[in-house]
C-alpha cells in the first residue's frame, strides 16, 4: 500500500492589477495549501474538504481589492494571514508573488518593463511564520571593461585562456530575508545598490563581484538579515576580432553558475 508522505495544491499565475486614483499596483501570484485534510483527496476520491483553486484565484483578487499598502511583502503577507483565518482546516500556506513592471511616463501614463523584477515570498502555518524572502530577479548587467579571471587551476581538462580585462555579461538574481516583517527593505533600493556595486568595483571573478555586493547590501540596509545570490556567467562568444575591435555573439550553452549567501 502506498503512504501519502507530502502534499500540497494551488493556483500559479494569478495576475493582480490594482488600481487606485492614478496608483497602480501590479503582481502575478502563486498560492500553494498544505494539511492534512486534503489528504483524502488524493487517496479516496474525496473532495469535501478541497477548496477549489478558481475559489483561490477569487479570493487573490479579493485581497487586492483589500490591500492598501504597496509592497509585495505586504500584499503576500494579507494573503498568508486571510486564507488561513478563512479556511481552520489548512494548516499550512506558501504565497508568492513577483511584480508586473511599469513605469510612469507621465501623469496617469505609464509603459510595461519586460525586464527584471522584484518578489516576495512567505510560508505560513498555524504557529506563524516558517519562512519569508524577498528578491530582486532578473537582473542582467553588462561591463565591457573592468573584469577578470586569472589564476584558476590549470590541468589537463583547462582550455579557457586567462583572462585580465575582459567584458563580463551576467544574469542574476538577488535574495535577502529581512529581520522584521514589520520594516522591509525595499526592494528598488536594494537593486540600486546591487547594480551601483556592479558598477563600481573591479572583480577578479563573479565569486569576488556577488560578495562584494552582498557586502555592500548588508552595509547598506540594517533592516537586511541575510543576502543571497545565483548569478550566470552569460558572456558572449567571441566571433571575430581585429583592429582592437571585438564582435561578439551570443553565448550558447552551458552556462557558469555562482551561488553565495552571506549573514550577518
Not at 49 to 70: I, P
Not at 74 to 102: C, D, I, N, S, W
Not at 240 to 247: K, P, S
Amino acid at each position: 500500500m502506498a503512504n501519502a508522505v507530502a502534499h500540497s495544491y494551488g493556483k500559479d499565475a494569478v495576475s493582480v492589477y490594482r488600481i487606485a486614483g492614478d496608483d497602480l499596483f501590479a503582481c502575478e501570484a502563486r498560492v500553494i495549501v498544505r494539511g492534512e485534510a486534503f489528504e483524502t483527496s488524493y487517496t479516496e476520491g474525496d473532495n469535501s474538504m478541497v477548496v477549489a483553486t478558481d475559489s483561490m484565484k477569487n479570493f487573490l483578487h479579493t485581497m487586492g481589492l483589500e490591500y492598501e499598502g504597496s509592497t509585495l511583502e505586504g500584499f503576500v503577507q494579507l494573503v498568508g494571514t486571510r486564507l488561513l483565518a478563512r479556511y481552520e482546516h489548512m494548516e499550512g500556506v506558501q504565497v508568492f508573488a513577483k511584480q508586473v513592471p511599469f513605469e510612469r511616463v507621465r501623469g496617469n501614463v505609464m509603459r510595461a518593463r519586460y525586464d527584471d523584477y522584484a518578489i516576495a515570498e512567505l510560508d505560513l502555518d498555524r504557529s506563524g511564520v516558517v519562512s519569508a524572502r524577498s528578491g530582486w530577479h532578473g537582473l542582467h548587467l553588462m561591463k565591457l571593461t573592468g573584469s577578470s579571471f586569472a589564476g584558476f587551476v590549470r590541468d589537463e581538462y583547462t582550455t579557457l585562456p586567462e583572462a585580465y580585462d575582459r567584458p563580463l555579461f551576467v544574469h542574476m538574481n538577488v535574495g535577502w530575508t529581512n529581520a522584521d516583517l514589520s520594516s522591509c527593505a525595499v526592494c528598488e533600493d536594494v537593486r540600486d545598490v546591487a547594480v551601483s556595486t556592479f558598477c563600481d568595483i573591479r572583480s577578479a571573478s563573479i565569486q569576488e563581484l556577488v560578495y562584494q555586493i552582498g557586502e555592500r547590501v548588508l552595509e547598506s540596509f540594517p533592516e537586511i538579515a541575510s543576502v543571497d545570490f545565483y548569478a550566470e556567467n552569460r558572456l558572449w562568444d567571441t566571433a571575430q576580432t581585429g583592429h582592437g575591435v571585438a564582435v561578439y555573439t551570443d553565448a550558447r550553452p552551458p552556462f557558469g553558475v555562482i551561488t553565495l549567501t552571506l549573514e550577518r
